[in-house]
């Protein structure tokens, strides 16, 4: 496929590499909070919440501390307030999307302007960056414990648009509302998924050389090091023969 396998590849790998651990439980939770406050806290009639809850369940997260989220969503538990902010941003031609969730909007602002400042990025003009990517739904599979054709088979009836091997990882995408009719389809056949979310993908991806594409990695990492950033999006594609930094 295009950069944008190459890319979700990259960033699965990096997040299956990454030690941070309780990092990653406390953005799941926050986005899992979040849903449940905007849209009720039973996943049945709640799609945000429904994808929050199988990427937790998808990254092994204890089912209390889902539970707990939930609560604190709907006001049976004492939580925190959140608020969504979307910052997007330019480091030479990469575009890059910075989605936050905080409980301080300032601290949240200053932290993205900082990191953005430092590595020599800057903010774009709202919607410059927006409209470059498309929302779609990733779900990811070891490729040495399955086969490309056996994921692909099942992954079709439940309406995935493509299915590839990169890597040693197969990748299944789909519209975003087709995200969880193939995440069932999946669960059903018993396959046990590596990753599963609806991400940010370029309609047209920028080639870099390998030396840019190195800044923009690094950019992102740092991004998501900042425990108020959810998620980054960028509009790159990823050299083949890309490795990334350990």
Do not use: C
Request: aromatic share 4%; glycine share 8%; charged share 30%.
């Amino acid at each position: 496929m295009s950069g944008h396998s190459k890319w979700a590849t990259i960033k699965h790998a990096k997040g299956a590499a990454d030690a941070k651990r309780g990092q990653m439980f406390t953005k799941l939770i926050k986005e899992i909070t979040i849903a449940a406050r905007m849209g009720g806290g039973n996943p049945e009639g709640n799609p945000r919440l429904r994808t929050a809850v199988l990427k937790a369940r998808t990254a092994n997260m204890p089912k209390s501390n889902i539970e707990n989220a939930i609560k604190k969503g709907t006001g049976e538990l004492e939580g925190v307030s959140y608020e969504e902010l979307t910052y997007e941003a330019r480091l030479g031609e990469a575009a890059i999307l910075i989605e936050v969730l905080t409980d301080n909007r300032n601290r949240a602002a200053a932290n993205v302007r900082n990191i953005l400042t430092r590595s020599g990025a800057e903010l774009a003009k709202s919607g410059s960056v927006a409209r470059l990517l498309t929302r779609k739904g990733f779900i990811t599979l070891d490729g040495e414990k399955y086969t490309e054709d056996e994921v692909m088979e099942a992954a079709l009836e439940g309406g995935a648009e493509d299915v590839s091997l990169s890597g040693g990882v197969i990748e299944v995408t789909s519209a975003p509302e087709d995200f969880e009719a193939v995440a069932r389809a999946l669960e059903e056949k018993s396959y046990e998924t590596t990753s599963a979310e609806i991400s940010m993908v370029p309609e047209a991806p920028v080639t870099l050389d390998k030396n840019d594409v190195g800044k923009v990695l690094k950019l992102i990492e740092k991004l998501e090091d900042d425990d108020d950033v959810q998620n980054v999006y960028s509009n790159i594609d990823i050299p083949e023969d890309f490795e990334t930094a350990d």
